[in-house]
């Protein structure tokens, strides 16, 4: 059985989610293609599927962030853990940004203490892929209670706030997924059985996109 060896900087060597739960606590405030370029991509001229193509816009973006398990533009998130690790707290959906991070942790007798890096309270490094927080020098992450959800981590993510911080391959794989999805509207093309096209997987495998550095 492979064990978790917390405190290290390398990535595990096997595919693994540390974290009980993660979510979105605030979305993106608009898309990383507009409507106009994916109607460029796609060849269209009129406005009638404007609203198709903008709803395939969104829908390729998700399936890129979520295959790459990254941000794309700023957005907030929250990684909760059951108790602290020995050393740094790995944070999902890459590239970790610059700004305001909260940790909540639950004591032993039900309150919380809550920290943050505008105090100076832990360390933390977003120029690092995933990003991470740890404790100060010479320090350790105060005890917690131990159950569930018993450390709340929020913070920031994503290259940018607009569509130009976006990388140019992740703009490129979005149309190239929004193009296939409105000439194949079915789940598969005839005669085959694959939703994706192979060319569109291999870019995305090698876009170094969500990848360790």
């Known amino acids: 059985m492979d064990t978790i060896v917390f405190g290290t900087p390398q990535p595990p060597t096997f595919r693994i989610t540390p974290y009980r ?20 991509q796609v060849r269209v001229d009129t406005t009638a599927d404007d609203a198709y193509i903008s709803a395939l816009i969104g829908m390729a973006t998700n399936y890129v962030e979520d295959v790459l398990e990254i941000s794309l533009l700023s957005q907030e998130w929250q990684a909760s853990y059951d108790l602290f690790p020995v050393w740094a707290i790995i944070l999902p959906r890459s590239p970790m940004a610059s700004g305001p991070v909260t940790v909540t942790y639950r004591l032993g007798d039900g309150t919380t203490q809550t920290l943050t890096n505008a105090n100076n309270d832990f360390q933390w490094d977003y120029n690092i892929v995933p ?6 020098w010479a320090s350790t992450w105060p ?19 607009t569509a130009a911080s976006v990388p140019p391959q992740a703009k490129f794989l979005i149309l ?38």
């Not at 979510?23 to 409507?35: E, G």
């Not at 005890?143 to 706030?161: F, H, K, L, M």
């Not at 079915?186 to 997987?201: C, H, I, K, N, R």
């Open 21 to 40: 739960s993660l979510i979105r606590v605030t979305p993106p405030a608009s898309l990383p293609v507009t409507l106009d370029e994916a109607k460029a």
């Open 176 to 213: 190239m997924l929004v193009a296939h999805l409105y000439e194949n509207r079915e789940p598969t093309a005839s005669g085959t059985v694959t939703s994706v096209p192979y060319t569109f997987d291999t870019l995305l495998a090698a876009s170094g996109l969500g990848v360790y550095r």
């Open 143 to 161: 005890a917690t209670r131990g159950d569930e959800n018993s450390v709340v981590v929020r913070y920031p993510t994503g290259y940018g706030a």
């Open 131 to 136: 990003g991470r927080i740890y404790p100060n």
